[in-house]
């Protein structure tokens, strides 16, 4: 089975940056499809980016240039370093793996098996 267990999160002014943490434990490398989403309030579920098992990353077009997804394997953790962030970043996000999706990349990824609890992510103007 499959644990999430996200930290990091907060407030910071437009501009600033915040790291996400996700910290795994329960799986495998292989074939595994990790990500993170987001849900601002009012709006549905967002991929903000994703990473295969072979270490190839996607970005939804509004964060591409801005925010980094990588994993350290020695510490089972996922990471989404946020930079330059804007208000409109404000949401809560999940990470989120999955062995069986067919299409490890945003905006196709859908369907996540297992998930992280959220983090509130706030930026003021």
């Known amino acids: 089975q499959v644990q999430l267990v996200q930290s990091g999160g907060g407030s910071v002014q437009s501009g600033g940056s915040l790291r996400l943490s996700c910290a795994a434990s329960g799986y495998t490398y292989s074939n595994i499809c990790m990500a993170w989403f987001r849900q601002a309030p009012g709006k549905e579920l967002e991929g903000v980016a994703s990473?295969?098992?072979?270490?190839?990353?996607t970005y939804a077009d509004s964060v591409k240039g801005r925010f980094t997804i990588s994993q350290d394997n020695a510490k089972n953790t996922l990471y989404l370093q946020m930079n330059n962030m804007k208000p409109e970043d404000t949401a809560m996000y999940y990470c989120?793996?999955?062995?069986?999706?067919?299409?490890?990349?945003?905006?196709?990824?859908?369907?996540?098996?297992?998930w992280g609890e959220g983090a509130l992510v706030t930026i003021s103007s």
């Open positions: 989120a793996a999955d062995y069986t999706v067919d299409d490890c990349s945003i905006p196709n990824l859908y369907g996540m098996d297992y």
């Open positions: 990473l295969d098992s072979e270490g190839s990353t």
